[in-house]
């Protein structure tokens, strides 16, 4: 079994900055892709940034410039530096990883944390 735990959302103002953090622990053999992915009221849970095992990065339009991920890889580690941030931004922001666990019948398992959620006022 994997978990994955978020912390570092909160309430800011616009222009504010967040950094979010999230844990992988459990039974990890290696992690893949890592990311996070956001879901506003009534709105599809979308990607909002990704990293590989290599370290290549992807953004969504509306964050790149603003958002920054980053892992580290000896603790299993993904962050999102979540500057400049806007109302839009609103969301609970899920952290995202594809493992391989331990036994080879884990490979490429789809891994979700529970959320946190980062308001941003105007």
């Known amino acids: 079994q994997v978990q994955l735990v978020e912390s570092g959302g909160g309430s800011v103002q616009t222009g504010g900055s967040l950094r979010l953090s999230c844990a992988a622990s459990?039974?990890?053999?290696?992690?893949?892709?890592m990311g996070w992915y956001r879901q506003a009221p009534g709105k599809q849970r979308e990607l909002v940034a990704g990293i590989s095992s290599g370290g290549s990065t992807n953004y969504a339009d509306s964050v790149k410039g603003r958002f920054t991920i980053s892992r580290d890889n000896a603790k299993n580690k993904v962050s999102l530096q979540m500057n400049r941030l806007n109302p839009e931004d609103t969301a609970v922001y899920y952290c995202?990883?594809?493992?391989?666990?331990?036994?080879?019948?884990?490979?490429?398992?789809?891994?979700w944390g529970k959320g946190t959620q980062v308001t941003v006022s105007s």
């Open positions: 995202y990883a594809n493992i391989d666990g331990l036994d080879p019948k884990e490979y490429g398992m789809d891994s």
């Open positions: 459990g039974s990890i053999g290696t992690i893949n892709a």
